[in-house]
């Protein structure tokens, strides 16, 4: 995984402060890296670097530590995230049952590939492996609503009504 | 702390309690292998190397983070021991490219040497191939993750020691991989290439750019010196091949820097490019002409004799207390200079910096000078949250680790905080000297030290150099360079306008600007004497390569002789 190069204008976008007021609630804790995080994430929906900058300048972890912590926990992006999150499974049983051709459909539709997020942060399309819904396979999660039994056209369907 | 009672392979020891299985396997006398353990970091645990089998535990402990506890039986070479250790190493052989006999580190590496103490003959899992991109972004060293086992000494000692904090982790398990900083290339990042991380890891994964496939360990000779590069006077161990010093290690049984160095007493002297003195070289003009040995030292000795008492002799820090005693034995009643003079009113040692809770450094850039009184400095911050001040504006390597930054107006601010620590501390160089000197009269718990260039500042100092050079007229005016790169231009605008300048010197530059004759100089490489380290011990430079450049002892020999 690799930090996105943050673009000139959203580094001037960066607006430290619900991050300065998640630091200030957290002043007293030492050590409480995870939470930090945690509320980063929900502030801003990823992680931006200028965010880690800040968060290392504040609580004395070193930026390798930050980063180490956000690629060691898979509950964290450092890239900025789509508005809608697709998520395709490829777990065994959807795999079978067809997942490939629904991947393969949406990097094509979408002209990026899966983990990636297209330019205009529309859409980020993720492969996961089994959300336990094995009898709906082929399957996957869009925006957290579960679609089974799904077919290339029905995924492209779905993906074309999102705005 | 009480003792607590052990047995280990059937010998019963008390070792005192809190001490980790490995320590009291050592006390015992017992060997236990390790890998990611280091003596001068905390153990980790993390490669399970040192795997012994505790009676009454389920599964197999690390020796080295498993504390012992009384009645404990423990046992290090049982069958079950040796086979998960064997284990071990299949697994790590097998993670990426252990391809030995294609590594630098083949024959002085850790990993190796266990492979062949455990007879590894062949790869029972998966044969690796190199995944990752070598990333040669660093000046004096290369970082392929393919050889490296993830036992993290180089993260360790980066935070512990040096107090950088550069070094980290990136994702988990077999897809872990070293990074800097947000995962940039390392020579885009933080790094100040002081090379600790380069002298710890135990496999070919760091490598030395310089020293690379110059000779395995058993091909090399150590001998133990010190760094002339700065007052801190660092112990060295220099590792020799055929003669030639191929690189400088940092001694870890040495003070005042226990096993690190900065890139000046590390990298620097492997990475020289100035062209060295091997001949007396003679100004014609704008040219220079290598000397016959007896033309050169015969002009020396006609100028000097003619100049009488008018000889000005200046000296750098490159130079010993026996060349500094020799010089005025040879040159009695002249005067003697330093570039600058080293500041004698300094309270702290380089311990008290391991101990300080605020430290003040006045208007000097420790990332620059004095680089390993620097590192105290960021690992008391990041690793005893001791608070830093700066005074002074301007850049300043060490901001990131300050907690507050002031101007030189602000002293009373300064003198306020310091006088709520329990240790106070303030470092300074000659510019805050003045400040630092405030500080530290105001505050009875301060203590002072204070830096000056020059490596053997101190010892010049016993030695008559005590006065700062300023240019001071002279028929004949002498440097004593040694290998000094760091040349102030005002030093230099000063000797321009000298009527003779002889300078000793390793290399040609910078003198070739202001000399009528440059004589040659061995280096700290080639020389052994005495120089004064920090804290004001002495300590032995050892010469670890033989030259045919003659001493300063001899040079002076020659010029007397000539005279006569
Ligand atoms: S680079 Fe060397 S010291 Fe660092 S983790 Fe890898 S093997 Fe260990
Ligand atoms: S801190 Fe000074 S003495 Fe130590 S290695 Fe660096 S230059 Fe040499
Ligand atoms: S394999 Fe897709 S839900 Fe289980
Ligand atoms: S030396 Fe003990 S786990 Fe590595």
């Given at each position: 995984m690799v930090l996105e190069q943050t673009k000139t204008e959203d580094r001037a976008a960066f607006d430290e402060g619900p991050l300065e007021e998640i630091l200030d609630s957290f002043s007293a804790q030492e050590g409480a890296v995870i939470p930090i995080l945690q509320r980063a994430q929900q502030a801003y929906g990823y992680l931006p670097e200028e965010a880690l900058r800040m968060i290392s300048k504040r609580t004395g972890f070193s930026l390798a530590q930050l980063y180490g912590v956000a690629t060691f926990y898979s509950q964290f992006y450092l890239q900025r995230r789509g508005r809608h999150v697709i998520n395709i499974c490829d777990g065994t049983a959807c795999h079978v049952k067809g997942a490939p051709r629904l991947v393969t459909t949406l990097e094509e539709e979408l002209g990026i590939k899966a983990g990636e997020t297209s330019p205009d942060y529309r859409v980020t399309l993720e492969v996961v492996y089994c959300l336990g819904s094995c009898a709906l396979a082929p399957m996957a999660v869009i925006d957290g609503q579960v679609y089974g039994r799904l077919v290339p056209e029905k995924v492209l369907k779905l993906v074309r009504e999102l705005d | 702390m009480p003792d607590v009672h052990v047995t280990i392979d059937g010998t019963e020891i008390a070792v005192p309690s809190g001490s980790t299985v490995l320590e009291a396997a050592r006390i015992a006398g017992i060997e236990v292998d390790t890998l990611c353990d280091h003596p001068a970091i905390e153990p980790i645990g993390a490669c399970r190397i040192c795997l012994v089998e505790v009676e009454k535990q389920r599964a197999l402990q690390p020796a080295c983070t498993f504390p012992v506890s009384d009645g404990m039986v423990v046992h290090t070479r049982s069958e079950k021991v040796v086979g998960a250790r064997k284990f071990v190493l299949q697994l790590l052989f097998s993670e990426r490219n252990h391809f030995c006999m294609f590594c630098q580190m083949s024959g002085s590496c850790e990993l190796q040497n266990l492979a062949y103490k455990y007879e590894l003959d062949h790869w029972q899992f998966n044969r690796p191939m190199p995944t990752y991109a070598v990333d040669a972004s660093r000046e004096y060293f290369v970082m392929?993750?393919?050889?490296?086992?993830?036992?993290?000494r180089c993260i360790r000692v980066c935070d512990e020691l040096v107090g950088n904090g550069t070094l980290g982790l990136k994702n988990r398990g077999a897809d872990a991989v070293i990074i800097a900083d947000l995962d940039v290339p390392f020579g885009e990042s933080s790094c100040i290439s002081c090379g600790t991380c380069l002298q710890v890891c135990p496999t070919g994964a760091l490598m030395d750019r310089a020293s690379a496939y110059m000779g395995a360990s058993d091909q090399v000779e150590r001998v133990k010196s010190r760094c002339m590069g700065c007052p801190v006077g660092c112990g060295t161990e220099l590792v020799v091949r055929d003669g030639q010093v191929i690189r400088v290690e940092g001694d870890w049984d040495a003070e005042p820097n226990k096993g690190l160095l900065c890139v000046v007493g590390r990298f620097d002297p492997q990475h020289e490019v100035r062209e060295r003195v091997r001949k007396p070289l003679v100004r014609q003009g704008d040219a220079w002409s290598i000397a016959d040995g007896e033309a050169a030292y015969g002009l020396v000795a006609e100028k000097v004799a003619a100049a009488g008492d008018s000889v000005a002799t200046v000296a750098s820090g490159f130079v010993t207390l026996e060349e500094a005693q020799a010089l005025g034995s040879a040159v009695r009643g002249r005067k003697f200079y330093m570039y600058d003079l080293p500041q004698t009113d300094r309270t702290a040692t380089m311990a008290d910096l391991d101990e300080a809770d605020l430290f003040i450094v006045t208007e000097m850039d420790l990332s620059l000078d004095f680089q390993v009184a620097g590192m105290a400095v960021k690992r008391g911050v990041r690793k005893r949250g001791a608070r830093l001040i700066l005074v002074g504006e301007g850049e300043n390597g060490l901001a990131d680790w300050a907690s507050m930054r002031v101007g030189r107006a602000d002293l009373a601010k300064v003198i306020a905080m310091a006088k709520s620590a329990e240790r106070p501390v303030v470092v300074s160089g000659p510019a805050g000297l003045a400040a630092a000197r405030e500080i530290v009269s105001a505050v009875p718990a301060a203590s002072l030290a204070s830096f000056a260039p020059g490596g053997n500042g101190r010892g010049l100092c016993d030695a008559g150099f005590g006065q700062t050079y300023a240019g001071d007229a002279a028929k004949v005016t002498v440097v004593v360079a040694?290998?000094?790169?760091?040349?102030?231009p005002g030093l230099l605008d000063a000797l321009k306008k000298q009527e003779f300048v002889v300078v000793v010197a390793s290399y040609r530059e910078p003198w070739d600007q202001v000399a009528d004759v440059i004589l040659p100089m061995p280096t700290a490489f080639e020389k052994s004497g005495t120089t004064v380290c920090a804290d004001g011990q002495a300590g032995q430079v050892v010469a670890a390569m033989s030259t045919r450049v003659p001493t300063l002892e001899a040079t002076i020999g020659m010029v007397a002789e000539a005279i006569r």
């Open positions: - | 392929d993750h393919n050889r490296c086992i993830l036992c993290r040694g290998e000094t790169s760091q040349v102030e």
